[in-house]
């Protein structure tokens, strides 16, 4: 809810941020190459001790050489980096897991808004539906809804639901109360004016539906969307997870952990967080191309 | 927009036979439990399943009828109905069905564990909850509002970091989990970090908002008023900030609660409501990672309107 309004484009008078976020961006890899040494050193120093070969004498030199380095050394880093995406569309590249994982998360997404249109138009059109099941709605999402996932992930799987869809469901079932909730709230959106505008145009009830309260939502859905995107990709790397899969950047986040690969999941963790903000970017991209009408906030 | 509830109000039956109608419809799912105990599985399961569809749909005229009018009633009695229903006839269904707990456990047993596991698992939420969620949001808001109190007092950091933090806010928790915990270790303190670093961006970008939100009109006046550079922060920054902290606040503290038990499933010493549930789905125990599940509910939900609470009496007092 506080992420998205922060994704919306700046007004333009302002400097342009590029310079200053420049300057963060090198202090951080200034202060990269110290706080690698300092992360490592005590595990080099321990495996020293225990007298393993490493190829060097100083704990400070073997911190760029670990097999398992608590944070990576570039030269390290740029191997891990090659050794998981070079065939980008590999099945063990990270590239084309991400690929599978952002699928699962955008077919989710997508089953997620449909049923969300759906009980939103019920709770704005009954009141007794609404007040029956909206505290249960708010509620639900002060709930650790991904612990379900694993169990939901196991229950689907009884029922012979395998594959690319029980993460779909999952990601879906995530995302589907915060686009409910944000659909009801659109549909509620236009206000008396426009309504009596629809009337006096002699609108049926489907048309105001159709022409008026749908379009006025869209904006909520997409806020919600975005809201919702973060958390349905980590509903489908959970039940990546939790399930048997043999594909998905859940399954190689599981299998390096098993290993112990450190640098992998390093790897692992930049592609993961690159597609939680190409996701979100996508929908800000479907959103300003959905909601032209409207200028942005 | 109403116009379905219109119809029921204009029929002859007025609200006041809402409640009989819940009772009845409790009463009969109560029964067709307790009627499906004394067996082992019904020969025929789906008379029973007819049954409970019948008396659900008596519940669900009873719930229109009770959410009639503007009353306390009309608002509370509905959704309290609707929870209380849904668990008597899955208990019934289930039952009927004979669905082994190791698939979907009945309410009844999830009820049976959590009172049978309660010492574990309200050790397990000591875990998950006091060390890790609570520590993690209490350090991750500090560190959040020193952050905004300097991207506010020096404008170069604001435009370098802010871009970051909103980029880095829709970051998948679960990417960032086992780099930490491998870095950090498996005990508690890997999944604080976790939490702490969750909470830190909401908190950092709706700080900044806050800070920033303060009206010129109210700044000029203080100008006028000769008024230091402290006193400014004190009686018109920080006031105009709050309801943006609280907001970001209510958020942090359900993802705090959410993100330890995910973080928990990457590692841990054998402690958590996270690791409970990963290990009893591993070993068909669902009652038990049922179990688990309420606590964490009533925890998330009590922990939020706390900070709901909270942010009413601060808000009200300034």
Redesign the interface.
Known sequence: MTAAPANLPRPARRPSNLLPMLGVALAALLLYWPLMLWANSGQAARSLASGADLGCTTALACATQLRNPVIPAPGQFATGFTSLSVPPLAPTSAPYNALVTGGETLLGLALASVLGLVLATLLVRSRSFERATLPWLVASQTVPIVALAPMLAVLLGQYGVQGFLPKAIIAAYIAFFPIAIGMAQGLRSPDPLQLDLMRTYRASPAQVFGLLQVPASLPYLFTSLKVAATAALVGSIVAEISTISFSGLGKMLAENSRASDTVALWVIMIYGAALGIVLVALIGGLERLVTRWRPPA | ?????MQ?AALPVRSGFGLPLLLLSAAGLLGLSVLLAGQAAPALAWPWLLGVVALLLVGAVG??QS??GESRT??IL??A???ILAVLAAEAILRAYAVPTG??PAPSKVAQSLWAARTVLLQDAYYTFVLEALLGFVVGTLAGLGLALLAVRFR??E??????????????????A??VI??AGLGWPSKTIIVAITVL??VV??AVRGLQSAQPMHLDLMHSYAASPAQIFREVRWPSALPFIF??LR?S??LA??NA??AE???TEGHG??FR??IE?GR?G?DI??A??VV??VI??S??LFISALERFVLRRN
């Open positions: 927009m109403t116009q379905g509830s029921i719930i229109r959410a009639q009309a608002r509905p959704a109905a609707t929870l698939l979907i170069i950091l435009r370098g970091v802010l871009p970051y933090a909103a980029l880095l806010s829709s970051v998948p928790i679960v990417a960032l086992p780099v491998k870095a961006f909401p970008i709706n907001t970001a958020v503290s359900t609660l959410i038990i995910v499933f990457f590692g409501l996270g549930i990963q789905v068909f669902l990672v049922w688990a599940i964490a509910s998330g939900i922990f939020y």
